[in-house]
């Protein structure tokens, strides 16, 4: 009941949807940067939507299995192997005792989350089974993956594999499972400092594209691109942030924070990218150009009902396949 | 009270615009409003994070749609819903006078050995005292834990003397020990984990800050109120220990 690291890769760590309940004292959300990418993929395994599995940045990782399992896999555009037989996203395969899985570089995007039937089982900290790899906790020993790593899985169940030949014939939506876009625009609501920049300012913002910098990481994208200037420049008292702020510093060049940004943050927020398209900006990397689109928080909160409903007939739909 | 957005997954509750000209009495609103939220436990509230002026308040949109359903905007519901609560918590207040004593007072020991203090020259130069001073003057104050961010367990303290008040390092340290006590503009705080920092180091505790195996994992919370106990290096050894 375990899996063997033969590679780790570039950057691959345990995530399950992140830690919450600690925000008071400090401790980000973390989690998958795409939680709904591994709600997806768990499902496609007959996992609870909040098992623990694997984020794996730029590829580069090969796992070994001691045992039968099924896996699946949503993210960036990977070229991904069993043996030498390609598993695509969004699919549910079989993988016998003894078989490696291998994740090549990706063509789009940089992230992908792989589920494996009854998930990583790291010890619970703090509620969550994700690494926290800025604190060191959490996760497998608090860290990334590294060649020989040797992972307990959870219990072996039979009917998580029983219903499925080789790879399986049953996908999730496209855009679920491949997310990824070279040039994605994000939908934004507008920040509490908004009004804080001139009209110049939002008019660049909102139609001109900016490029993603070499120095972004789990804990936000920052951005090249036109400067964004403030009316003035009073200090903000600090509060809160959360992944989606879009924060923009002295500088002028925005960040977006993702799942692993800090807790409070004092820097004017211009905009948040709406919950639903995190899964893009999740897959953001060095070169890539984003536009930002402005949408209402009332139709932010009318596509996030709409997706679970389709989540939930989703779910129906796979359990005549898989039970 | 304002209610504002953050995202379409959490909102910020502004107690009081500013902190600086009031901190003890916003630390005390801060605190009160953010204990009221959490035993009203708002269904489809996830969690809450006060800061300095603030509350915020994460939610699950999807939940709080379902609570308001009829129609009704997820926003304004949870807003309402939060000005009530807030509203009768500070009818109860009224009837029950909150005291100092109330708020916890927690004892830091500090040793501000050179080895611990490299910067501990710079904040004396700066403040044209000398280092004994500073080190008086930083461990007779009382401070107050105004939020807990930046990294875990990482308080942010208010009250630091005004003298003492000294601008970040020009290029920040790559990594500074964890217990190393700092101070950065008009604070001080204390950087619970091994991690970078642009503070001025003037000591360390042996204390552990944050500890993810137990709960609440920090030693510290907001609104705290908090002394520094001057130690000496023996004392740091036996206590590290």
């Known amino acids: 009941m375990k899996m063997i690291v033969t590679r780790g890769g570039f950057l691959t760590s345990v995530q399950d949807l992140g830690r919450t309940g600690f925000r008071e004292f400090g401790v980000s959300l973390g989690g998958a940067l795409d939680p709904f990418a591994l709600r997806v993929a768990n499902l496609l395994v007959d996992n609870d939507e909040g098992a623990a599995g694997l984020e794996i940045t730029f590829g580069g990782l090969q796992l070994h299995f001691a045992d039968e399992r099924a896996v699946a896999w949503c993210g960036g555009e990977f070229d991904v192997q069993i043996e030498s037989m390609p598993l695509p996203a969004g699919h549910a395969a079989r993988l016998q005792a003894g078989e490696e899985l291998k994740f090549g570089r990706p063509q789009i995007g940089c992230r992908c989350w792989l589920a494996i039937s009854s998930g990583v089982d790291v010890p619970v900290v703090l509620g969550s089974r994700s690494t926290d790899l800025r604190a060191n906790f959490g996760g497998f020993h608090g860290r990334a993956l590294r060649d020989g790593d040797e992972l307990a899985l959870g219990e072996f169940r039979r009917s998580q594999t029983a219903a499925i030949e080789g790879i399986s014939s049953w996908t999730a939506p496209y855009d679920w499972v491949s997310p990824a876009k070279r040039g994605p625009t994000l939908r934004f609501v507008r920040g509490v400092d908004w009004s804080q920049f001139d009209d110049l300012t939002i008019e660049r913002f909102t139609s001109e594209p900016f490029a993603v910098s070499p120095d972004s990481d789990r804990m936000g994208a920052r951005f090249e691109g036109p400067e964004l200037k403030r009316k003035s420049n009073v200090d903000l008292v600090s509060e809160a942030v959360a992944p989606g702020t879009i924060q923009v510093p002295p500088s002028g060049k925005p960040i977006l924070l993702l799942g692993d940004c800090q807790t409070i943050g004092g820097y004017p927020k211009i905009a948040y990218v709406i919950t639903l398209d995190l899964s893009m900006a999740a897959q953001l990397r060095a070169g890539d150009h984003v536009r930002f689109s402005e949408v209402s928080l009332a139709d932010a909160h009318q596509l996030l009902l709409e997706r679970e409903r389709e989540l939930e007939r989703f779910r129906i739909g796979l359990s005549l396949h898989v039970s | ?241």
């Open chain 2, 1 to 241: 009270m304002e209610i504002v957005p953050l995202g379409d997954s959490a909102v910020i509750v502004r107690v009081r615009e500013q902190f600086e000209d009031a901190p003890e009495e916003t630390l005390d609103g801060v605190v009160r409003t953010f204990r009221h939220l959490r035993n009203a436990a708002i269904p489809g509230v996830i969690e809450l994070a006060p800061a300095y002026t603030s509350v915020a308040v994460f939610f699950d949109p999807v939940a709080v749609t379902k609570e308001s359903a009829k129609g009704g905007d997820a926003f304004d519901w949870l807003a309402e819903r939060i000005r009530a609560v807030v509203a009768a918590g500070a009818d109860r207040g009224r009837r029950v006078r909150t005291t100092r004593s109330d708020v916890r007072l927690v004892e830091i020991p500090v040793c501000y050995d050179p080895e611990f203090a490299p910067d501990l020259d710079e904040v004396a130069r700066h403040a044209q005292i000398s280092t004994k001073e500073v080190v008086d003057l930083h461990s007779t104050t009382e401070y107050r834990v105004a939020c807990i961010g930046f990294v875990p367990g990482f308080p942010f303290l208010a009250g630091l003397p005004k003298k003492l008040a000294t601008p970040r390092r020009d290029v920040p340290r790559k990594e500074i020990p964890a217990g190393s006590v700092g101070v950065g503009g008009a604070q001080t705080g204390i950087y619970p984990l091994r991690s970078p920092g642009g503070w001025n180091l003037i000591g360390r505790t042996p204390l552990r800050l944050f500890d993810p195996t137990k709960n609440p994992p920090a030693l510290l919370q907001a609104g705290d109120r908090v002394r520094f106990r001057a130690i000496t290096r023996q004392e740091f050894e036996a206590l590290k220990r």
